[in-house]
């Protein structure tokens, strides 16, 4: 079975060092490939050629997570303005209470 | 019998004393002995795609189960990773970040098709799928009746959630009452009883034997069930309990419990005895 991209926020990036995870937060910063991605506490992220980030709006990224524990941008999504982040941070944590259902480690 | 058995007997208002039997052969059995293939097609679960490969298919590849309950008809969230358009179906290959991706078949109408109402999604957006679970050599994917595609994002985090709530009602039960009921458990060990009664059972005294006689008065007024429940819980009424006896022991008023004891009546569920307002239950 392929292996699953784990939700997290900022706080879990250090359990997952080495592995492919998902963040949604909200895009606070751009400076060219690099951008800070705030998923309850900033993330900051090394774009890759593809993604269309844009300030102010959520942003779904699928990345490596460097020793630093800055992620390596492999897929981004723009999610818009309508995003709810304490939703989906409330989402990475039952995802974390619940692994049974949303990760095969 | 057929699912539907039951549903037709119970167009027929008129059969004289046998009325209340034939009622509740059909609603009742039917929820019980046949509740592996006829609940499965009627409640449609929310799972992530990890739990699909978790799910366990059963020896004739047609049931197939997760957290020990039959599923059939789900509905899942995820990305589309590859789309595969061949004459019949466009193949999706969805991926929620659970593990892996999951075949979706959506079959292609062919007359709609002629005016292209089909258009295939494009890579990397959320959709949204209904359908039902097939096994197929070992390997589970869905049919899809309806694919759409997600806009608002918090559908994603909606959808995470929920199927999350419904597996954890499923795995340790809802916190006011026992909705699951795992094959063989629960439906076992009470006589024909749904859940929704057993919600009443609890709301009064007899919880004795109570899902049991609910089978008989399942289609009878609240208070003929109290009624009922209070007969069978009181060995006088063997040979017949009166009025102010029942009163006295249930703390029912005289109204309600003569209104009671009419319905039982008419229903053939319980008898005068010694006066018109002494009554005995009805043996089956």
């Known amino acids: 079975m392929e292996t699953s991209t784990p939700r997290v926020t900022c706080a879990y990036l250090n359990s997952y060092v080495g592995r492919n995870v998902m963040v949604v937060g909200k895009v606070a910063q751009i400076r060219g490939e690099d951008a800070i991605i705030d998923a309850d506490g900033n993330i900051s992220c090394k774009l890759n050629r593809d993604a269309h980030l844009v300030p102010g709006n959520g942003v779904q990224v699928i990345g490596k997570v460097n020793p630093d524990l800055s992620v390596k941008v492999l897929s981004s999504l723009d999610l818009g303005t309508g995003v709810d982040y304490n939703l989906a941070n409330t989402v990475v944590e039952i995802t974390h209470q619940h692994k049974n259902l949303f990760t095969n480690e | ?284």
């Open chain 2, 1 to 284: 019998m057929t699912s539907y058995g039951g549903y037709q007997r119970t167009g027929y208002g008129a059969q004289g004393g046998d009325e209340g039997g034939g009622f509740m052969s059909g609603s009742q059995q039917g929820s019980q002995g046949q509740s592996k293939r006829s609940t499965i097609d009627e409640y449609l679960r929310p799972v992530t795609i990890k739990q699909i490969h978790d799910a366990k298919a059963g020896y004739n590849e047609s049931e197939i189960t997760i957290d020990g309950f039959p599923v059939s008809t789900v509905t899942l969230v995820g990305q589309v990773r590859s789309v595969q358009p061949q004459t019949t179906n466009i193949t999706y290959k969805i991926d929620d970040g659970t593990g892996g991706t999951i075949d979706v078949k959506k079959w292609v109408d062919l007359e709609k098709s002629e005016s292209g109402a089909e258009t295939p999604f494009s890579l990397d957006t959320w959709v949204r799928v209904l359908g039902r679970l097939s096994s197929f050599n070992g390997k589970i994917h869905v049919g899809a009746h309806h694919v759409r595609v997600i806009d608002d994002y918090n559908e994603v985090s909606y959808h995470l959630l929920e199927s999350t709530y419904v597996h954890v009602c499923i795995s340790r039960g809802l916190p006011g009452g026992p909705w699951p009921q795992k094959e063989g458990a629960a439906a076992g060990g009470h006589g024909g009883g749904d859940s929704d009664s057993m919600f009443i059972d609890s709301g009064n005294g007899y919880s004795g034997d109570a899902a049991a006689a609910n089978a008989r008065v399942a289609s009878c007024s609240r208070q003929a069930k109290s009624l009922y429940q209070f007969m069978q819980s009181d060995p006088r009424s063997i040979e017949g309990i009166n009025v102010a006896d029942v009163m006295a022991g249930s703390g029912m008023g005289k109204r309600d419990v003569l209104a009671a004891a009419d319905e039982l009546l008419g229903n053939g569920i319980v008898y005068t005895t010694v006066d018109d307002e002494t009554w005995a239950i009805l043996e089956t």
